[in-house]
């Protein structure tokens, strides 16, 4: 069974730095897995998604985020650069077994609970 568990998301001031952690079990490792985030009354946006060969960031994240994974075992990672007060929300992790790298929130069928990041400016 599949479970997605977010922490590291806090309050920070714009130009900040943050590290987000999910802490992944029953994951295979040739699992997509994701960050998507949604701030309240927005759809769910695709920030970086990875699989074991590649990655895939969001437009306005690119050059700034950082998504890796150390092995079958270690976290998902999110490292946050050069924070904006348009990067705060709610930040999911979630995973599925892919073919592709997809940063639909469609395309994934696992999601954790959420863990909030606030960039105050």
């Known amino acids: 069974q599949v479970q997605l568990v977010e922490s590291g998301g806090g309050s920070v001031q714009a130009g900040g730095s943050l590290r987000l952690f999910c802490a992944a079990s029953?994951?295979?490792?040739?699992?997509?897995m994701a960050w998507f985030l949604q701030d309240p009354g927005k759809e769910r946006e695709g920030v970086a998604a990875?699989?074991?060969?590649?990655?895939r960031y969001g437009d306005s994240v690119k050059g700034r985020f950082t998504i890796s994974k150390d092995n079958a075992k270690s976290p998902l990672y999110l490292q946050m650069n050069s924070l904006k007060p348009e990067d705060s929300g709610m930040y999911y992790c979630?995973?599925?077994?892919?073919?592709?790298?997809?940063?639909?929130?469609?395309?994934?069928?696992?999601w954790g609970q959420g863990t909030q990041v606030t960039v105050s400016s």
């Open positions: 029953g994951v295979p490792y040739n699992y997509c």
């Open positions: 990875r699989s074991g060969y590649s990655t």
């Open positions: 979630a995973a599925v077994f892919c073919d592709w790298v997809s940063l639909s929130p469609n395309d994934y069928d696992h």
